[in-house]
Nanobody
């Protein structure tokens, strides 16, 4: 059974950090580009970051550039999203998604597999 499971969300104060994990089961992430998306209440799902399978190239939305870093550990079949300098506007449910092929971040419609999401809340 193909499955992606996110973890690491929670409540953090503005300026704080969190690290999200996306663990795969039922398939190997080696050949997949992995993206992080987020969706805040009443808003559309937006792409946050992507990491390619072939060379580890990374892509970020302008809103998170310089604050978020995505990485992958193929030996653990896991991708990470390190989030620093968090802001209240980063509050959302964060999803990881996988697709074959390295085409940059793209839109949510281009991804084949999704996790169930993890809540990130940035508030004082």
């Amino acid at each position: 059974q193909v499955q992606l499971v996110e973890s690491g969300g929670g409540l953090v104060q503005p300026g704080g950090s969190l690290r999200l994990s996306c663990a795969a089961s039922g398939f190997t992430l080696d050949y997949f580009a992995i993206a992080w998306f987020r969706q805040a209440p009443g808003k559309e799902r937006e792409g946050v970051s992507c990491i390619h399978s072939s060379d580890g190239s990374t892509y970020y939305a302008d809103s998170v550039k310089g604050r978020f870093t995505t990485s992958r550990d193929n030996a653990k079949n896991t991708v990470y999203l390190q989030m620093n300098s968090l802001k209240p506007e980063d509050t959302a449910v964060y999803y990881c998604a996988a697709r074959l092929g390295d085409y940059g971040l793209g839109t949510q419609w281009e991804y084949d597999y999704w996790g169930q999401g993890t809540q990130v809340t940035v508030s004082s």
